[in-house]
C-alpha cells in the first residue's frame, strides 16, 4: 500500500509559479512511476505529465508543456511539479498518482492518488 500527500497549492496570480509536492510513503518509491494530474470543476481528469520510474524522464500534456516541470528525489520519497507562467486555465485540484513501474498517460492504470491540492490562478 502507498500513501500519497500532496502540499503546495494555493491561490496565486496569473504569471506568478507555484510548486506542489508529493511525499510518498511506498518503501521502494524510485521503482514508482508518478503522474500528475488536475480537474477543473465540471471538467474530466487531465493528465498534465509523468516522470519514469527508472530513467526519471518525464513528459507531459501540449498544455503545459515548456511551463511546468516534473522532478523527483527519491532519497526523500518526493515528486515535485514545478508550475510556471500560469494561467487562469490552470486552475483545478491537481493530484499526484503512483504506479509499480510504469507511468501512462491514463489515470485509470494508476493504483494510488493523493488526496489533491487545490490551485487557483487568478486573471
Known sequence: QVQLVESGGGLVQAGDSLRLS????ARTFSNYGMGWFRQAPGKDREFVGAINWGSGSAYYANSVKGRFMISRDNAKNTVYLQMNSLKSEDTAVYYC????????????????????????VSS
Request: with cysteine.
Open 22 to 25: 508529493c511525499a510518498a510513503s
Open 97 to 120: 498518482a503512483a504506479r509499480w513501474r510504469a507511468a501512462p498517460d491514463d489515470w485509470s492504470r494508476y493504483d494510488y492518488w493523493g488526496q489533491g491540492t487545490q490551485v487557483t
